[in-house]
């Protein structure tokens, strides 16, 4: 009699008591062993083993929905839940203890300096940025965890080799954590699930798992909690499964029910015109909505990109916040928030002062000062920065609105009325498209896609602060015109020929040193900017190819 010995993969797809588990593939790095406990990677694991289906469910949603748009199908409000909005007495959680007063916040990646920096900058909220602002290198992604497991016990103090002191002060901002999207994976763990296949990890469930396994309890006994910002959602489904993450959370680590708060940005057409189903679902865990405005643009680039001329925006700079269809959603945003107990916060200004040139810091504070008195007569209840040097101008422009209320939730916005119109008015944009405005793409999508994949995820490029939204706009901008067949309004036709010599030229002209991407980057630009088909977001092919096949 023969005996036949299954595989080690059969025997799993065999074994009822096989246990979903997750593997560590990435190369070593500090911290690893302070975050990557075996108590945290179970908890992550079973993250995994209950919602990484879904996930992958809500994402082929994505992908249907971005078809639909494409051939033609406009974006709506949703026939299916008028009774939601309808309804007038349901609320949002609101702001825990420590978020209620959100006038100024300062984004920015969690490296040691920058999150020391973020903590002595007189903000009343930091936004500690695992998403946009960070190359997802294996040694970022995992320094960063432990510099907020620092920061939350207040033991972030460092010392640099040239011996520079970098401490903290007594008085901190609220930390509010993003995690990347739903969208990206973290190829540096891998999920193994009971039938033994292998996937890459999910990179929300990472980031957010792991800060908070590590920080929950910590932050609750500082009077402060647990909190979010959600990045990318593109409708309220997506909303709903944050929403479940954060109950299996709060009963797996024994929170309070509500404790986890969470503020979604609303960067995504197609979540503009779910805002209030998004607050619905995530209504016992919500604090509010925020205007993302960078990677709004881009959303409305990547679904219209195939829809014809009348879909095509104007120069990046031309598309500002007092264009009607930004008006619009921004608009609706503080009006829904506050029906709804909402906070509603505004977004970032790229100007950014340099301390080398006064004429420079002095028109970035007058940009910056007009953008946030502008946020603020919205109604908005506080407003992002990039720079500590911004904070206090933009704690005076909401100062002179909120005098001593915390934020303006009682200005209910009766006179906001936008209609699904409104939202998809593009040529109210206006402006036009110019060889600058091309040159000016180019050239900022390669500088900062050179930036991240040496591992820096915000960079400062001609007094602006770029980040992976500003990059996206900048290629997706390329790759429309040309497909398009636009032509600038000097009569130049935007051709793949065209870019290519602009790409030639931007090469020719920087200044190179020793390991720069330069290289890389130019030809990442070529793959995401005048590929047939349209990359859906430049940040996926950069990180398979360089940060993980890299070795970082």
Not at 202 to 226: K, M
Not at 360 to 375: G, H, I, N, P
Not at 427 to 439: F, I, Q
């Given at each position: 009699?023969?005996?036949?010995?299954?595989?080690?993969?059969?025997?799993?797809?065999?074994?009822?008591?096989?246990?979903?588990?997750?593997?560590?593939?990435?190369?070593?790095?500090?911290?690893?062993?302070?975050?990557?406990?075996?108590?945290?990677?179970?908890?992550?694991?079973?993250?995994?083993?209950?919602?990484?289906?879904?996930?992958?469910?809500?994402?082929?949603?994505?992908?249907?929905?971005?078809?639909?748009?494409?051939?033609?199908?406009?974006?709506?409000?949703?026939?299916?839940?008028?009774?939601?909005?309808?309804?007038?007495?349901?609320?949002?959680?609101?702001?825990?203890?420590?978020?209620?007063?959100?006038?100024?916040?300062?984004?920015?990646?969690?490296?040691?300096?920058?999150?020391?920096?973020?903590?002595?900058?007189?903000?009343?909220?930091?936004?500690?940025?695992?998403?946009?602002?960070?190359?997802?290198?294996?040694?970022?992604?995992?320094?960063?965890?432990?510099?907020?497991?620092?920061?939350?016990?207040?033991?972030?103090?460092?010392?640099?080799?040239?011996?520079?002191?970098?401490?903290?002060?007594?008085?901190?901002?609220?930390?509010?954590?993003?995690?990347?999207?739903?969208?990206?994976?973290?190829?540096?763990?891998?999920?193994?699930?009971?039938?033994?296949?292998?996937?890459?990890?999910?990179?929300?469930?990472?980031?957010?798992?792991?800060?908070?396994?590590?920080?929950?309890?910590?932050?609750?006994?500082?009077?402060?909690?647990?909190?979010?910002?959600?990045?990318?959602?593109?409708?309220?489904?997506?909303?709903?499964?944050?929403?479940?993450?954060?109950?299996?959370?709060?009963?797996?680590?024994?929170?309070?029910?509500?404790?986890?708060?969470?503020?979604?940005?609303?960067?995504?057409?197609?979540?503009?015109?779910?805002?209030?189903?998004?607050?619905?679902?995530?209504?016992?865990?919500?604090?509010?909505?925020?205007?993302?405005?960078?990677?709004?643009?881009?959303?409305?680039?990547?679904?219209?990109?195939?829809?014809?001329?009348?879909?095509?925006?104007?120069?990046?700079?031309?598309?500002?916040?007092?264009?009607?269809?930004?008006?619009?959603?921004?608009?609706?945003?503080?009006?829904?928030?506050?029906?709804?107990?909402?906070?509603?916060?505004?977004?970032?200004?790229?100007?950014?002062?340099?301390?080398?040139?006064?004429?420079?810091?002095?028109?970035?504070?007058?940009?910056?000062?007009?953008?946030?008195?502008?946020?603020?007569?919205?109604?908005?209840?506080?407003?992002?920065?990039?720079?500590?040097?911004?904070?206090?101008v933009a704690l005076e422009a909401f100062d002179a609105f909120l005098g001593d209320r915390i934020d303006q939730r009682d200005l209910l916005r009766s006179d906001v009325s936008v209609s699904a119109a409104d939202l998809l008015d593009f040529r109210s944009a206006g402006g036009s498209v110019t060889d600058e405005g091309l040159r000016g793409n180019v050239s900022v999508a390669v500088r900062y896609l050179e930036s991240w994949l040496r591992g820096v995820g915000a960079a400062a490029i001609d007094n602006l602060m770029e980040d992976a939204a500003t990059a996206e706009i900048s290629r997706s901008q390329v790759w429309q015109w040309v497909h398009q067949?636009?032509?600038?309004?000097?009569?130049?036709?935007?051709?793949?020929?065209?870019?290519?010599?602009?790409?030639?030229?931007?090469?020719?002209?920087?200044?190179?040193?020793?390991?720069?991407?330069?290289?890389?980057?130019?030809?990442?630009?070529?793959?995401?900017?005048?590929?047939?088909?349209?990359?859906?977001?430049?940040?996926?092919?950069?990180?398979?190819?360089?940060?993980?096949?890299?070795?970082?």
């Amino acid at each position: 009699m023969t005996v036949i010995t299954p595989s080690p993969s059969r025997s799993r797809l065999t074994d009822p008591f096989a246990r979903p588990r997750l593997e560590i593939t990435g190369p070593d790095v500090r911290g690893a062993e302070e975050i990557l406990t075996p108590e945290a990677l179970d908890f992550v694991t079973d993250l995994h083993a209950r919602f990484a289906g879904r996930r992958h469910d809500l994402l082929l949603g994505r992908q249907h929905r971005r078809d639909r748009i494409s051939n033609g199908a406009d974006p709506q409000f949703l026939p299916l839940t008028a009774g939601i909005r309808a309804d007038p007495t349901w609320r949002v959680a609101g702001p825990g203890p420590g978020l209620e007063d959100r006038r100024v916040e300062i984004t920015g990646p969690t490296d040691r300096k920058m999150t020391v920096n973020a903590l002595n900058s007189g903000a009343r909220v930091w936004l500690a940025d695992h998403e946009d602002a960070m190359s997802p290198t294996w040694e970022n992604v995992i320094g960063g965890q432990l510099n907020l497991f620092d920061a939350v016990r207040g033991q972030v103090d460092f010392t640099t080799p040239e011996g520079r002191s970098y401490v903290v002060g007594e008085q901190t901002p609220t930390i509010v954590f993003r995690p990347r999207g739903w969208h990206l994976t973290e190829k540096h763990l891998e999920f193994v699930d009971r039938a033994g296949q292998h996937g890459p990890a999910s990179a929300s469930l990472v980031d957010a798992g792991l800060y908070l396994f590590h920080n929950a309890q910590a932050l609750i006994d500082s009077g402060r909690g647990p909190y979010l910002y959600l990045p990318k959602l593109e409708g309220h489904l997506e909303a709903r499964l944050w929403d479940e993450v954060f109950r299996f959370t709060e009963t797996y680590l024994g929170l309070r029910y509500g404790t986890i708060r969470a503020t979604v940005l609303i960067e995504t057409i197609t979540a503009a015109f779910e805002m209030e189903e998004i607050l619905y679902e995530l209504r016992d865990h919500c604090a509010g909505l925020n205007a993302g405005r960078w990677d709004y643009i881009f959303s409305v680039i990547k679904n219209f990109r195939n829809r014809g001329p009348r879909f095509v925006l104007p120069d990046r700079s031309a598309v500002t916040m007092t264009v009607p269809f930004m008006r619009a959603y921004t608009g609706l945003l503080v009006a829904t928030c506050h029906r709804r107990g909402a906070q509603a916060i505004g977004g970032m200004s790229a100007f950014i002062p340099n301390r080398r040139d006064p004429e420079v810091t002095a028109r970035a504070l007058e940009a910056v000062r007009s953008d946030k008195r502008r946020e603020a007569g919205q109604g908005f209840d506080g407003t992002w920065v990039a720079h500590p040097d911004l904070v206090p101008v933009a704690l005076e422009a909401f100062d002179a609105f909120l005098g001593d209320r915390i934020d303006q939730r009682d200005l209910l916005r009766s006179d906001v009325s936008v209609s699904a119109a409104d939202l998809l008015d593009f040529r109210s944009a206006g402006g036009s498209v110019t060889d600058e405005g091309l040159r000016g793409n180019v050239s900022v999508a390669v500088r900062y896609l050179e930036s991240w994949l040496r591992g820096v995820g915000a960079a400062a490029i001609d007094n602006l602060m770029e980040d992976a939204a500003t990059a996206e706009i900048s290629r997706s901008q390329v790759w429309q015109w040309v497909h398009q067949g636009i032509s600038t309004a000097s009569g130049t036709p935007i051709t793949a020929e065209l870019v290519r010599s602009e790409l030639a030229a931007l090469l020719a002209s920087v200044e190179r040193f020793d390991g720069d991407r330069f290289d890389d980057a130019a030809d990442l630009f070529e793959q995401v900017a005048l590929a047939d088909d349209f990359p859906t977001f430049l940040t996926v092919p950069a990180y398979t190819q360089h940060l993980v096949a890299g070795g970082r």
